[in-house]
């Protein structure tokens, strides 16, 4: 009698249900979405949108610091903080004068400084002190590489160990 009779495939195989191929297929999908939703969350929470669009114009120009507005608050959990808001005013490359509050902290800027402002043409008011630079501009993307390289290896793992 033989044992390839009783359909065996050798010592130590072991046949896959389809059953452990659908879990995986199904956690990878669940991984993949919930990275793409969380690197497109972090994307919007650091306002990458408005500050893609003020570097995309490649336009420059010096600003001066015509006040600075303090903001004093508590975060989630009750720690009070202190944030300062400067207005800026520069002049367009056309030569339109253009004011705006920078809503991001540590800019640093006192009343009558000068610092680079970056905008676009199109919505100069839009413009940012923020420097470019590739981990702003992509970090919605990377955020959602990087989930979804997880999830293909933690579902390739899940179908060899199932």
């Known amino acids: 009698m033989s044992v390839q009779g009783f359909g065996c495939r ?4 072991r046949q896959r249900s389809g059953g452990t191929v659908v879990i995986a297929v199904v956690y990878f999908v669940l991984a993949a979405g919930a990275a793409a939703v969380f690197g497109r969350m972090l ?8 500050l893609r669009a003020a570097w995309a114009g490649g336009l420059t120009a010096e600003a ?4 600075v507005r303090t903001e004093e608050g508590q975060d989630a959990d009750g720690v009070p903080f202190v944030r300062t808001c400067p207005t800026l005013e520069f002049r367009t490359a056309d030569g339109r004068a253009v004011a705006f509050e920078e809503l991001r902290d540590r800019v640093g800027a006192a ?3 000068v610092v680079t402002v ?3 043409a199109h919505d100069p008011q839009a413009a940012t002190t923020r420097a470019p630079s590739f981990a702003m501009r992509h970090a919605g993307a990377l955020v959602t590489g990087a989930g979804a390289l997880f999830a293909v290896v933690t579902a390739t793992v899940l179908a060899l160990v199932l």
């Open 111 to 113: 009343e009558g400084d």
């Open 10 to 13: 050798g010592a130590g195989a």
């Open 118 to 120: 970056y905008y676009g």
């Open 64 to 67: 001066r610091c015509t006040g």
């Open 43 to 50: 994307d919007r929470q650091l306002g990458a949108p408005r």
